[in-house]
Structures are given as structure tokens and as C-alpha cells.
């Protein structure tokens, strides 16, 4: 059994077929779904949806390639939910400072923010990072206390042992299905086992065999099978791996 540890389940790409897409997950494995929100604008959409559905959780956070959508006051609402809601995540949150216009102090602002909230509710966190991961290593450390996870890594193999040194874990889907993708794949191959966790990221990032597709949850067995072939291990001995950091780092009850 597995677990998504990364996917966008809410989204728009999905509202014509979603149970489909869900019974397929399913079929292929995939247990559960950390479904993280990006707006304040889709939270009710979100608790919907994971309260209606067995395996999917609920993230709430702020994504900073939605900065155009946010406002401070969405920084209170969004403590009142984590407080109502009590999901498994802060997040998504973090630094993108690959997409041009978005402002980065305002970004660092809601970063900043939002890893506080999650060590006020001592919940992990979903952090994005593109083209911002030493940024986002030193709000981490900052604000100190924190455990979570980057989601579809995209830095250096020293970046990620600084990571592993803070107790987070690394997310890896789709770019990784890539024969170019050398440096991730190197990572991959031979980071701690401990600290890995596999994600789709759909709709988004579909795997090589998928490419110009949707992408969707139950890929995520091909994503299991290439990283299981690229540290040379047991596909299955991966998943009951994976899933352990899953379920511990989100505290879900094991099945």
C-alpha cells in the first residue's frame, strides 16, 4: 500500500472525473492522499472533499505562486482553520523564486508566517522550494522546532543533506522518471531511506511515460518502481518504507 504524499486532488483538472481517478489510485495501491491546499479560496472545497472521501487528508497553507490571492488577514483565517480542522499539514507553502513577479519579501512574509503557525499547532510542513532552497533553509532554521517535508526536490545533494540534518524529509514523483534528470537521480539512489517520501504531484509533473498528460495518483506505483530501480532495492520493501515516513511524519494511523 502507498501513499501520496504530495497531491492536488481539489484541483479544477479533476472535477469531471474525479472518483474515476480515485478508484484508479486505488486499484494501484495508492492507501491514502495528502492533499494540500494552495489558496484560502479552495479551503472549503478542500474539507469537502477529503471529509467525503476515505484516505485523502487535508493540508492548509498559502502557496506562494498564489501570492496575487492572498492577503495578510488570509494568515489569521488560516489559523483558525488549522485550529478548527486540526489536518495533518501546514501547507503548501514556501519560495518561488523561479516565477517571475512575485514579490520575495512579501513571499518570505507568508513563509515566515506560516512555519510559525505550524510550530504554534506543532504540525509538519508541506514546503514548495524553486530556486529557493537555501531561502527556505534558513526560514526553517529560524524559526527552529520544525519537521516536514520539501516536496518535489529540486536542489543540490549538499542542500539536501542540511535538510536531512533539520529532520526533513525530500518529496520525489514525475521529473524523476527522467534519464536527464542526473543530479535527482543521483540523490535518489543514495539518500537515507528514512527521509524519502513519494509523491505525484497531480495534476501536475507527469512522469516521463505520461508526458503532455494529466498527471494523477495512481501513477504513483510507476514512481515507486523506478526509484525502487534506481537504488536497486525491492519495490515492495520501498513502499512499506515510504509509507512508514509517510504515516509518521503526518501521523496517520497505520493499516
Not at 540534518?165 to 525530500?170: I, K, V
Not at 510507476?222 to 519495490?235: F, G, H, I, Q, S
Amino acid at each position: 500500500m502507498l501513499i501520496d504524499s504530495h497531491c492536488h486532488l481539489d484541483a479544477a483538472e479533476f472535477d469531471d472525473d474525479r472518483d474515476a481517478v480515485i478508484a484508479r489510485a486505488t486499484k494501484a495501491g495508492v492507501g491514502a492522499q495528502i492533499v494540500p491546499a494552495v489558496a484560502l479560496s479552495g479551503f472549503a472545497k478542500l474539507k469537502a472533499l477529503c471529509t467525503g472521501a476515505i484516505g485523502l487528508h487535508p493540508a492548509y497553507g498559502l502557496h506562494p505562486m498564489y501570492l496575487a490571492e492572498h492577503r495578510p488577514d488570509h494568515l489569521d483565517a488560516l489559523s483558525t482553520w488549522i485550529d478548527r480542522e486540526r489536518p495533518v499539514a501546514v501547507g503548501e507553502c514556501g519560495l518561488d523564486f523561479f516565477v517571475e513577479g512575485l514579490d520575495h519579501d512579501t513571499q518570505r512574509m507568508y513563509f515566515l508566517r506560516q512555519l510559525e503557525l505550524a510550530h504554534e499547532f506543532d504540525l509538519p510542513v508541506i514546503l514548495h522550494a524553486r530556486r529557493a532552497v537555501d531561502d527556505v533553509i534558513a526560514t526553517v532554521r529560524k524559526v527552529g522546532g520544525l519537521r516536514g517535508v520539501v516536496h518535489s526536490y529540486s536542489g543540490s545533494a549538499e542542500q539536501a543533506r542540511q535538510l536531512w540534518h533539520l529532520g526533513f524529509c525530500l518529496g520525489f514523483g514525475g521529473p524523476v522518471t527522467y534519464d536527464r534528470a542526473r543530479r535527482l537521480r543521483a540523490i535518489v539512489a543514495s539518500m537515507p531511506l528514512e527521509f524519502l517520501l513519494l509523491e505525484t504531484d497531480a495534476p501536475d509533473q507527469p512522469l516521463s511515460t505520461h508526458r503532455g498528460q494529466r498527471n494523477e495518483p495512481g501513477h504513483l506505483r510507476e514512481v515507486l518502481d523506478c526509484v525502487a530501480a534506481l537504488r536497486d532495492t525491492d519495490p515492495d520493501v520501498l513502499a512499506a518504507a515510504t509509507t512508514l515516513n509517510a504515516q509518521r511524519l503526518f501521523g496517520l494511523v497505520a493499516w
